[in-house]
């Protein structure tokens, strides 16, 4: 059986995130990348040059060229360069937060319905192998908590901590729970360092009886990635950074109880690579483990929220 022909794909965005696309647009098997764009052209052009990638001179030169775009400009110009790809007829891959509110990512999701093409979202610890181990196990939790600490930088200073860090353990706890509905969001946070909120705690109630306490910071001394989740018989532990899983089961025998060991095997490897290969799959109609555009909406919906529940921050 002979391979499938490359997807000629571009990349929008060449900043943190967008250096990476790049790279695995140039390097990974399934691409055949097309070039990139960003209105910086100094840091456009540094940035092709080292990949060997061609600096496209406008958004409509990639549009004409590819069937398949991977957006990572700021979250704010999501809708207007996703539009672009969309109405076009092209695949698109749009880095997290869909867009900067609901309404656009609504918008989005029906561009991408009446075109009939692929569009998805950066989630990219959906793709740690260590989450794919658990989600394979099919677990249905009771409570879980996920830490997800940082130290401060200058990016993404467009969006607070809830869109920027938050949003990946808000989509996961969707996924844990299998789309049931949040009936409850709790929310505290504050501003440290930016003008935004830079650390925020939440706790969500789903309509399962599942509860969920999440704590996202950008003002740590250290970087924490973790995920526990609690089953009525087991226990997992993610560390998303290790790419790791512990496991414990709850066994019950002649009246005895004993916690015994679950072995979850974990094969390491890189998950924004994984997330391209999947969106690759998804492009040529195959049924893919995936983060798609309703899945990417219904956590930024998740994330605004949390947002909202938090409220105005107090006059400086």
């Not at 609901?102 to 998805?120: D, H, I, K, Q, S």
């Not at 959906?126 to 249905?140: D, E, I, K, Y």
Request: contains cysteine; hydrophobic residues 50%.
């Amino acid at each position: 059986m002979s391979e499938p022909a490359p997807i000629a794909v571009a990349v929008v965005g060449t900043g943190h995130l967008g250096r990476h696309h790049l790279r695995l647009a140039r390097t990974l098997p399934g691409w055949r990348c097309v070039g990139a764009f960003d209105p910086d052209r100094f840091r456009l052009e540094a940035l092709c040059a080292e990949f060997g990638a061609e600096a496209l001179g406008s958004l409509d030169e990639a549009v004409a060229r590819a069937e398949a775009a991977v957006v990572a400009s700021p979250t704010v110009t999501h809708l207007e360069v996703a539009a672009r790809f969309l109405a076009a007829g092209r695949h698109v891959l749009v880095e997290k937060p869909i867009a900067a509110s609901a309404t656009e990512a609504a918008g989005m999701v029906e561009l991408a319905r009446r075109a009939g093409v692929v569009l998805g979202v950066g989630h990219v610890e959906f793709f740690n192998p260590a989450v794919q181990a658990v989600l394979a196990r099919s677990p249905r939790p009771r409570y879980l908590e996920a830490q997800r600490l940082s130290p401060f930088t200058r990016r993404s200073m467009d969006i607070d901590v809830v869109l920027d860090l938050m949003v990946h353990d808000l989509q996961l706890a969707q996924a844990l729970n299998h789309g049931s509905p949040v009936t409850e969001v709790r929310a505290v946070g504050v501003p440290v360092l930016s003008g935004r909120v830079d650390l925020a705690n939440v706790r969500l109630a789903f309509a399962n009886g599942c509860v969920a306490n999440l704590t996202a910071s950008r003002v740590s001394s250290e970087r924490v990635r973790k995920l526990r989740l609690f089953e009525p018989d087991a226990y997992h532990s993610i560390d998303y950074a290790e790419q790791s899983v512990s496991a414990y089961r709850l066994l019950r025998s002649g009246g005895e109880a004993t916690i015994a060991p679950i072995d979850v095997a974990v094969e390491k490897g890189e998950p924004l690579a994984a997330e391209h290969l999947a969106f690759q799959r998804a492009c040529r109609g195959e049924r893919v483990a995936f983060v798609d555009g309703e899945a990417g909406a219904a956590a930024l919906a998740a994330a605004v929220a949390v947002v909202d529940a938090i409220g105005p921050l107090p006059t400086p």
